[in-house]
């Protein structure tokens, strides 16, 4: 099997597409699972000398509709390797090693053997014997991975060529571990806050209408759901292969539109009229509208050492400029007025599409951001 050795731009997008069937009816829906695990999409671009041009192309000529063993670059590391080894190693608990499968040691586009994978311990892989010594040398997994359009460039007058190609991975393993976060009402809680830079959350709230328009006269409009649609966004920044590995197993157990998560909005709209007690079975907030529109639902309360607090209220009432939120039970926890940073709702939402895009930079970080839709709680 052919091996694509040249390493990518240091910004690369990965994708992790997962296939879901969502029946939605009026006032509730149906997500069934229809696989275990992503296929992964890497689209990976290249700056090539003249030499590795040439090679990148005949490699292609040769292999373009067949299978490629693929390093993952995002899960690389520095290793130091004798020849005849036959362990090396290397921290694979946060990586995707698999017995059976295949690693990659690498020095350079010319300089690399792939040896199989017999043994994975969690601090060092057994593996096939190493035909040559390799030191501060990269290691990486290997996937069997397709070339879906080949390998396109953009030639000019500069000595370097960019080029670059899309590489699919059929096959894979169920990461899921919804470890990374505490969980509130039996389902886990995203309890960091979206991290933006310079890039935006879209949100949308509407509701689902049928119509019937002869386009003659003014159409019939109904509704079509109980509830009103509410997209929010989230956004996650990692900036270690550890962190990053944690959300990925995370977003493995959410297994694309089929599994949901509670999503604190981290807006400060709403704000404590009262200081709240350990045993109030209510919280006063100043009005918003909530009185007839939400009668019932969840919110958060983030105090200014940022201890998180989740409430279930089950009715609420006006009183004066004030809305009073009665409790599913007692709070729980002495909170006042100026301790509390952030007052917002909390929302049980799944993600909208089924697939996810990571976007690595710099070799190492990476940033996700997802579109989600609120949802029915099960």
Not at 287 to 307: H, N, P, R, S, Y
Not at 321 to 333: I, Y
Request: hydrophobic content about 40%; aromatic content about 8%.
């Amino acid at each position: 099997m052919s091996v694509w050795p040249f390493i990518p731009r240091d910004d690369f997008i990965e994708t992790l597409e997962w296939k879901t069937d969502v029946i939605r009816t009026y006032s509730a829906e149906q997500r069934i699972r229809l696989s275990d695990f992503p296929r992964q999409r890497f689209n990976l671009t290249h700056v090539l000398s003249p030499r590795q041009y040439q090679r990148a192309k005949l490699l292609m000529f040769n292999a373009a509709a067949g299978d490629w063993d693929l390093p993952v670059w995002a899960e690389k590391q520095t290793v130091s390797v004798s020849a005849s080894a036959t362990t090396i190693t290397i921290d694979t608990a946060t990586s995707d090693y698999r017995v059976g499968g295949k690693a990659i040691v690498w020095s350079d586009d010319e300089t690399y053997e792939t040896v199989t994978i017999s043994a994975d311990n969690g601090t060092n892989l057994t593996v096939s014997a190493l035909s040559a010594t390799y030191t501060n040398a990269l290691c990486m997994p290997v996937r069997t991975a397709r070339c879906v359009d080949g390998l396109s460039a953009s030639r000019t007058v500069e000595q370097y060529t960019e080029c670059g190609a899309e590489w699919v991975v059929y096959t894979g393993v169920d990461l899921s571990d919804d470890g990374l976060y505490s969980t509130y009402r039996s389902h886990p809680v995203c309890n960091t806050p979206a991290i933006l830079g310079t890039s935006t959350l879209e949100e949308r709230v509407s509701r689902i209408q049928d119509s019937v328009d002869n386009g003659m006269s003014a159409p019939y409009f109904d509704t079509a759901s109980s509830r009103a649609d509410v997209s929010l966004g989230v956004s996650w920044l990692r900036q270690s292969q550890s962190t990053l590995w944690s959300l990925r197993t995370f977003l493995h157990a959410l297994y694309g539109r089929q599994k949901g998560f509670w999503l604190p909005a981290y807006t400060r709209g709403m704000t404590l009229a009262a200081n709240v007690s350990s045993a109030d079975t209510t919280i006063t907030v100043r009005a918003v509208g909530l009185d007839g529109v939400l009668e019932a639902g969840d919110v958060m309360i983030q105090q200014l050492d940022g201890t998180q607090t989740f409430l279930q209220f089950t009715s609420v009432a006006t009183s004066g400029a004030n809305e009073v939120l009665t409790l599913s039970g007692a709070a729980g926890v002495n909170i006042t007025k100026t301790n509390a940073q952030t007052v917002c709702l909390l929302h049980f939402v799944r993600l909208s599409q089924d697939s996810v895009q990571i976007t690595h930079t710099n070799g190492i970080g990476a940033q996700i951001m997802v579109a989600c839709d609120e949802v029915p709680i099960p």
